[in-house]
């Protein structure tokens, strides 16, 4: 079982960023592939990215590419998600997940574990 714990999330006007951080302890955290979901009040949480286990493969949701940043310490445990160029609609709690299989999924039934969220909220 991996413990997972969210921080860096907070306020920013649009056009600005923000860095989110997942630190993870349990079991080892190269084995599990790591992924970031958003869930806005009244919405269905969707996927933000994902990386593969050694940190080589990427994923983004459409609405984030070229904006986020996935990444991945293997050493330190942790996973991180570096957002630009935030605009209103990134407004959310954003999740960080860990999935103990080798294929990367986008969908959030496929992980299986969870972080407690941490909230972004960004100012127009």
């Known amino acids: 079982q991996v413990q997972l714990v969210e921080s860096g999330g907070g306020l920013a006007q649009a056009g600005g960023s923000l860095r989110l951080s997942c630190a993870a302890s349990?079991?080892?955290?190269?084995?599990?592939?790591m992924g970031w979901f958003r869930q806005a009040p009244g919405k269905e949480r969707e996927f933000v990215a994902a990386?593969?286990?050694?940190?080589?493969?990427?994923f983004y949701a459409d609405s984030v590419k070229g904006r986020f940043t996935i990444s991945r310490d293997n050493a330190k445990n942790t996973v991180y998600l570096q957002m630009n160029s935030l605009k209103p609609e990134d407004t959310a709690v954003y999740y960080c997940?860990?999935?103990?299989?080798?294929?990367?999924?986008?969908?959030?039934?496929?992980?299986?574990?969870w972080g407690q969220g941490t909230q972004v909220t960004v100012s127009s």
């Open positions: 997940a860990a999935d103990q299989g080798a294929v990367v999924y986008t969908t959030f039934r496929n992980y299986d574990y």
């Open positions: 349990g079991r080892t955290f190269s084995s599990y592939v």
């Open positions: 990386i593969s286990r050694s940190g080589s493969s990427t």
